[in-house]
Structure formats: C-alpha cells, structure tokens
C-alpha cells in the first residue's frame, strides 16, 4: 500500500491562510480622508496605531473587525516615521500580537490591509532589505526601516506586515520616501508608546558621526565586561552636545546610561522621549582608558522640522501614497 504524503504547496497555503486570519483578527479599517479609507492596527483595548498621512480630517472612523464602527481622534503622530496613534471611543479593539524575534531578509510575509467593508486583503512577499536610517523628503529622519516585494495595494497604509506565524514584523506605509515601507514592530511600538504618553516623540542628538567597531580583549578588560563592538566617533560636531561635554573623534562610545551601545540600534533606542534635555552619563574608551562624562543631550532639529509638515495638503509631486 502506497503511503501517502501530504501535499506541501497544500500545507504552505493552509499556513499562510491561518498566518493571515491571525493577523487580520487586530487590523481594522480607519476611514479619515475623503478617498478610499486606510488601515490600522490595535496598540491596546482603547487605542489604534495607523499612518498618520491618512488622517486628512478630525471626523475618524474605525471599523473594527467584527463590522462593529468607533469613532475616533488622534491623540499623537509622529511625522519621522508617518504613524499616529488615535484613541476609540467605546474601547474594546483587538491588540496585534508582535513577532519576538527581529526580522531577516529573505524571511516570507505578509502585508495585511482592511481598506474596504469587503474584509481582510493580503499580498505575499519576503523582506528585501533591512535599512536604516534613512532621510525622508518631509525633512525625518527614520532610525531604521523595511523593504519587501509584498504589494502594498491602496489603503494598505497603517496594516501590518505579518510573519509566517501571523506575528507583526512591522507596519506598512507609503507615505515617507515615496515607496512603500514598513516600520519596524518594535520602533513602531515605541512611538506608540511615547505618543500614547506625550503626544509625540522627541528625539535626541548628540552631535557624533559614529561606526560599530570591536573591541579587543585589553578593551573589554578595561570595561570590566564582556562586549564584543562600541560606537568609534569618528566625528564631532562643532559646539554639539557631544563636543561641549568633551567627547572626541577616537573615542569609542561603550555605554549610555548605564545600557551598553554596541551599533547605532543601540544608541538609537536611547535617544527617545524624555531624555532630551537632561544630563546624561555616556561611557567611552579612549586608547584602552574608561572614561565616563556628563552630557545634556539636544532634541534633533529634523524631528521638529518634520512636524511642520501636515500631510494635509498632498504629497510632493510624483509622489503616490495609498
């Protein structure tokens, strides 16, 4: 008797279906702007994090997945990376599960959007680059993105880009380098969650150009760790927080309060919300010396450029956002 063995195109098509219901099940419809509405996802029971270039008008409408409808207002946006977060009234939205694990190129996902009454789109594709940081032409600056050949149709600005386990990986929108991109989960919650706190998300400077380097042995014996890279300074800008505290190029910048800084990510994560304005202790070796200074970090001024920018008045020409 023959043994029969399952079909595997079967089994991936199953897998993605079941991947795209789980992911389907927190995105919802945001409905703000006289065309074809967005999507958005649920960041908690009251709230939904979506692309704030969406948001054309204060009269907001969520549908959520079960059809039932919400109003809404916008609470906070981030222009630097086009997400606003928007309070439900009523409550009670699905919240999206986020992936554990970073995501890779080449990995396979989903993009997921709910533009229509008609239910859950999807498209299928792998993630093509992992990049960062990138200046976008609204003046931001986006600490770290995600590029994929999943095809974002209209109104998928705001849905999620899910992993095979139906997990978000980041959250897509067409509305910052005039090609569509996603946010990286983890960045996307952390505006979200300064915008649920502040309104928006401040971010630091400290006036350095900097490069991942590793640290050698005598190195690491003078940190009295075990660390494998740290930020080499490779520049200082003239009168910056940076130089007015005495760091120099040569230095190579180990730690900031206290969190070791192995790459930009790193350094990146500690730059945001109420650590601007305040004095600081950055750890740094010079030569195989440790050295920890005090400095007061800047707010970057392309993060208040880019939130002159309303994204109300259209995008720049040749522009197409969905």
């Not at 009523?90 to 009454?117: C, H, W």
């Not at 990986?169 to 649920?196: C, Y």
């Not at 007015?244 to 206290?258: E, H, N, P, V, Y």
Request: charged content about 25%; cysteine-free; overall charge neutral.
């Amino acid at each position: 008797m023959e043994r029969e063995f399952p079909n595997p195109l079967v089994a991936l098509s199953e897998a993605l279906a079941e991947a795209a219901a789980r992911g389907a099940a927190a995105t919802v419809t945001v409905d703000a702007r006289d065309r074809q509405p967005a999507s958005g996802v649920g960041y908690a029971a009251d709230q939904v994090l979506t692309a704030d270039h969406v948001i054309e008008r204060e009269e907001i409408r969520v549908v959520l997945p079960d059809g039932q409808e919400r109003k809404a207002v916008r609470i906070g946006r981030d222009p630097a990376t086009d997400l606003a977060l928007l309070r439900v009234s009523e409550g009670s939205v699905p919240v999206l599960e986020i992936a554990k694990r970073e995501p890779q190129v080449g990995q396979i996902v989903l993009a997921i959007g709910r533009p229509t009454p008609e239910g859950i789109q999807a498209s299928l594709g792998v993630i093509t680059m992992v990049g960062g940081p990138l200046r976008t032409p609204w003046g931001g600056w986006l600490e770290r993105y995600l590029r994929t050949d999943a095809t974002m149709y209209p109104g998928f600005s705001g849905g999620p880009l899910i992993d095979g386990e139906g997990q978000a990986v980041g959250i897509n929108t067409s509305g910052l380098a005039g090609i569509p991109l996603s946010i990286p989960i983890r960045l996307a919650w952390q505006v979200a969650e300064a915008l649920a706190r502040e309104g928006q998300v401040r971010r630091g400077y400290l006036g350095v150009r900097t490069q991942p380097v590793p640290l050698a042995s005598a190195q690491q014996e003078a940190l009295g760790r075990a660390q494998s890279y740290g930020l080499l300074i490779t520049g200082v800008e003239e009168g910056g927080p940076a130089a007015r505290a005495g760091l120099r190029s040569g230095d190579i910048l180990t730690a900031f309060q206290g969190h070791a800084v192995q790459d930009v990510e790193d350094l990146q994560a500690q730059l945001f919300g109420d650590v601007v304005g305040r004095p600081v202790e950055v750890e740094v070796l010079r030569g195989e010396e440790r050295r920890t200074l005090s400095l007061i970090v800047g707010e970057r001024r392309e993060a208040r450029e880019a939130e002159r920018w309303p994204f109300r008045g259209g995008p720049r020409r040749g522009f197409r956002r969905r």
